[in-house]
């Protein structure tokens, strides 16, 4: 193939890769003018007014906090990558993506243990947390419940779109597994921990979860799918009467009703609530979006992690079940 074969061949993975980042470097500008210096890495940057830039990305305790969420995320994305295009071309290895998974969490667990003890670092990771001096069973998890049911449903949409199936399809093989373990793995965490009404009424549950829909939505679920397609070398535009078919209008809907419909929800309830009492302040509008971005940046990398080691169980083509 020429270059410019190559270039048609590319460019949509490019730009998945190539926005989000461009995203990222955006949110360091904000933080470099709303602080007059570039020179970032010690600067008091989180909403907390308490963590610098390093300790904001390096922030363990909110990454423990993130697992169970996160896990949902790289099972949605790695569903919705072998749902628009079925048959990797290579695979990573999943022990290889797993380990180092399961190595970051293992260190994010034993920092935070060194900082507030073990318990409290247990705490963490069974979503007792939300914040630092916020703790309360399932707490953590229903202040991401809506965000996460967006994703999920957001994911596939995008497989839709990208497949050219007018925003749906029907899951078979490896994808109808991985999509229907994430579901699982979302109402198991949701029945343990229960649906608070804080879900729908409190202003800063609902300002939390407008804000990783921002978040994830722009930068986690684009940049995932994107490294996802150039890890299994699936450059080329699907084919979209492989392994794909149009499903009944109930699906469509109601993939529209929690991509639209949630964002419409939490966008009309937000604007009853005073700012202030949906995030911490302490270090301006830049605190609460720019600096968001960089406390996510492990989560993104385990979400990625989980999506690698999810895809890569791939079975090969021909072999993944029929219509």
Same mark, same amino acid.
Request: hydrophobic share 55%; glycine share 10%.
């Given at each position: 193939?020429?270059?410019a074969?190559?270039?048609?061949?590319?460019?949509?993975?490019?730009?998945?890769i190539?926005?989000?980042l461009?995203?990222v470097?955006?949110?360091?500008g904000?933080?470099?003018?709303?602080?007059?210096?570039?020179?970032?890495?010690?600067?008091?940057v989180?909403?907390?007014?308490r963590?610098?830039?390093?300790?904001?990305?390096f922030?363990?305790?909110?990454?423990?906090?993130e697992?169970?969420?996160d896990v949902?995320?790289?099972?949605?994305?790695?569903?919705?990558?072998a749902?628009?295009?079925p048959g990797?071309?290579?695979?990573p290895?999943?022990?290889?993506?797993?380990?180092i998974?399961?190595?970051?969490v293992?260190?994010?667990?034993?920092?935070?243990?060194?900082?507030?003890?073990?318990r409290?670092?247990?705490?963490?990771?069974?979503?007792f947390?939300?914040r630092?001096?916020?703790?309360?069973?399932?707490a953590?998890?229903?202040?991401?419940?809506?965000?996460?049911?967006?994703?999920?449903?957001?994911?596939?949409?995008?497989?839709a779109?990208?497949?050219?199936?007018?925003?749906?399809?029907?899951?078979?093989?490896t994808a109808?597994?991985?999509?229907?373990?994430?579901?699982?793995?979302?109402a198991?965490?949701?029945v343990?921990?229960?649906?608070?009404?804080?879900?729908?009424?409190?202003a800063?549950?609902?300002?939390?979860?407008?804000?990783?829909i921002?978040?994830?939505?722009l930068?986690?679920?684009?940049?995932?799918?994107?490294?996802?397609?150039w890890?299994t070398?699936? /450059?080329?535009t699907p084919?979209p009467?492989r392994?794909?078919?149009?499903?009944?209008?109930?699906?469509?809907?109601?993939?529209?009703l929690?991509?639209?419909?949630?964002?419409?929800?939490?966008?009309?309830?937000?604007?009853?609530?005073?700012?202030a009492?949906?995030?911490?302040?302490?270090?301006?509008l830049a /605190?609460?979006?720019?600096?968001h971005?960089?406390?996510?940046?492990?989560?993104?990398?385990l979400?990625?992690?989980?999506?690698?080691?999810?895809?890569?169980?791939?079975?090969?083509?021909?072999?993944?079940g029929?219509?």
């Amino acid at each position: 193939m020429n270059l410019a074969g190559v270039l048609r061949a590319r460019w949509p993975t490019a730009l998945l890769i190539g926005v989000p980042l461009a995203l990222v470097a955006a949110a360091f500008g904000w933080l470099a003018a709303e602080h007059d210096t570039w020179h970032l890495w010690h600067v008091t940057v989180h909403e907390s007014g308490r963590y610098t830039l390093a300790q904001t990305v390096f922030f363990f305790r909110h990454f423990l906090r993130e697992v169970p969420v996160d896990v949902a995320m790289g099972l949605f994305c790695a569903a919705a990558v072998a749902a628009a295009e079925p048959g990797a071309r290579r695979r990573p290895s999943p022990a290889i993506s797993a380990t180092i998974a399961l190595g970051l969490v293992m260190l994010a667990f034993a920092v935070a243990s060194r900082e507030e003890g073990a318990r409290r670092a247990m705490q963490d990771l069974l979503q007792f947390r939300t914040r630092d001096d916020d703790s309360t069973y399932g707490a953590h998890w229903n202040f991401h419940l809506l965000s996460t049911v967006w994703f999920g449903s957001a994911a596939l949409m995008a497989a839709a779109v990208w497949a050219g199936r007018g925003g749906a399809v029907r899951l078979v093989g490896t994808a109808r597994t991985l999509h229907l373990v994430a579901w699982a793995w979302v109402a198991l965490l949701t029945v343990v921990f229960g649906v608070q009404g804080e879900v729908f009424t409190s202003a800063r549950y609902i300002g939390h979860q407008a804000r990783e829909i921002l978040t994830h939505g722009l930068i986690t679920l684009p940049l995932t799918i994107g490294l996802l397609r150039w890890a299994t070398d699936r /450059g080329k535009t699907p084919d979209p009467g492989r392994q794909i078919a149009h499903v009944a209008s109930g699906q469509r809907m109601l993939l529209w009703l929690a991509v639209a419909g949630i964002p419409v929800f939490l966008a009309v309830a937000f604007r009853r609530a005073d700012l202030a009492a949906t995030a911490q302040m302490h270090s301006g509008l830049a /605190g609460v979006v720019a600096a968001h971005v960089f406390e996510h940046l492990l989560d993104i990398g385990l979400v990625v992690l989980v999506g690698l080691a999810a895809i890569a169980m791939e079975r090969p083509a021909g072999r993944s079940g029929g219509r």
